[in-house]
């Protein structure tokens, strides 16, 4: 019963976030999440701020945090926007720069919380079809429209566009504001950070929920131009000024300057990504080349559905899409070594490899 439900709550399916398992232990490679800790440096800004001051509203600006990814990223404060999690920071960028009625467009195989905040925000999609190969044809985002969500890296892919293709589609939709949704740069990827200053209608989001292994914290922030980020201050302050706490502030900035930790786990995840990708090609799987920490692979003789469930049953959970053309396709997150030499395992004697 929905009686007292908005007729627009109402229609809505909301986004599934992956399971996050209470009744057992399992080796969890479902929600892209970082297998290793946060900076320890991280840990203690949070001790340090978990204290007499929680009484205290946190700086609505999260100041501290903003400043620290203004040195790291050589960009200005006011290009800045932090946020409760990147899917709030898009949230808010949906609300701040599409109108209700109007009709954006995005790939047919990408991050699935998209059409969700359409639906939210009254916005109405097209979606563009990935090529066989998954790659994104971008002429089919060159105008005739409200506005461009990428996902870049994309998601469950894990493939990259490169940058000239990006450019192509900024290029041709000068007029209206164009979102790229960078959650897994930082693992391989090239950011169009850099781009931001030649395009007025660029955002890119990111987070420090994969790269930086806070997803528990819920901090994203994007870049654009002032004028861009004014809009998300705008909306963000016509909803709730204190989407960041004083534990997300300090612990976040700290993260962002702990720049060594940063690199060294980074590439100890793609260096598994890659070693796991070569062991499951070796059992037959395609896998897709990724540049996130996860690979999206699928295999001619098991389908993806029985592997996910037999994986479970061998306490390992991968992510598995109910949804035409990648319904034979799992996405498995990088976890530990140990993590990958296990699943390789498992999938080896799943597949009579063994
Ligand atoms: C493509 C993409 N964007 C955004 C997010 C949201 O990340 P968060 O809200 O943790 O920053 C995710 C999370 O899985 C994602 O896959």
């Given at each position: ?85 990147s899917d709030e920071v898009l949230a ?64 469950p892919t894990g493939m990259e566009l ?53 997803a528990g914290l819920r901090v994203g ?134």
């Amino acid at each position: 019963m929905k009686e007292f439900w908005s007729s627009r709550i109402r229609d809505l399916t909301p986004y599934t976030p992956g399971e996050q398992p209470k009744e057992r232990r399992y080796i969890k490679l479902n929600t892209n999440e970082n297998p290793y800790p946060p900076s320890p440096r991280a840990i203690a800004a949070i001790q340090a701020e978990a204290g007499e001051r929680l009484r205290l509203y946190p700086d609505p600006e999260g100041t501290p945090l903003v400043q620290a990814l203004a040195k790291r990223y050589g960009v200005a404060e006011n290009q800045i926007f932090v946020g409760n999690g990147s899917d709030e920071v898009l949230a808010f960028a949906f609300q701040a720069f599409f109108d209700p009625g109007a009709e954006i467009v995005f790939p047919d195989i990408t991050y699935s919380f998209y059409p969700v905040y359409a639906g939210m925000f009254g916005i109405r999609y097209r979606t563009v079809p990935l090529r066989r190969d998954f790659t994104v044809p971008v002429e089919q985002l060159y105008g005739g429209n409200d506005g461009v969500v990428l996902a870049n890296p994309n998601a469950p892919t894990g493939m990259e566009l490169d940058w000239n293709a990006l450019r192509g589609v900024l290029e041709h939709n000068p007029d209206v504001t164009v979102i790229v949704d960078e959650a897994y740069v930082d693992f391989g990827g090239t950011s169009a950070l850099p781009l931001i200053r030649e395009y007025p209608n660029l955002l890119v989001v990111q987070t420090t929920s994969k790269s930086r292994a806070l997803a528990g914290l819920r901090v994203g922030f994007a870049f654009g131009n002032a004028n861009l980020i004014s809009a998300l201050n705008c909306v963000k302050n016509s909803i709730n000024s204190y989407t960041l706490d004083r534990l997300a502030i300090a612990g976040a900035a700290a993260a962002v300057e702990d720049e060594e930790y940063f690199r060294t786990q980074c590439a100890k995840v793609i260096h598994t990504r890659e070693e796991t990708a070569r062991r499951l090609s070796q059992l037959g799987f395609h896998v897709l080349p990724s540049k996130s920490n996860f690979l999206f692979v699928s295999h001619d003789e098991h389908p993806a559905s029985e592997l996910f469930s037999a994986l479970r049953e061998n306490g390992i959970l991968v992510r598995y899409f109910a949804q035409p053309r990648i319904d034979n396709f799992l996405r498995i997150s990088i976890g530990t070594d140990e993590d990958m030499r296990t699943l390789v395992k498992t999938m080896g004697k799943l597949t009579g490899k063994d």
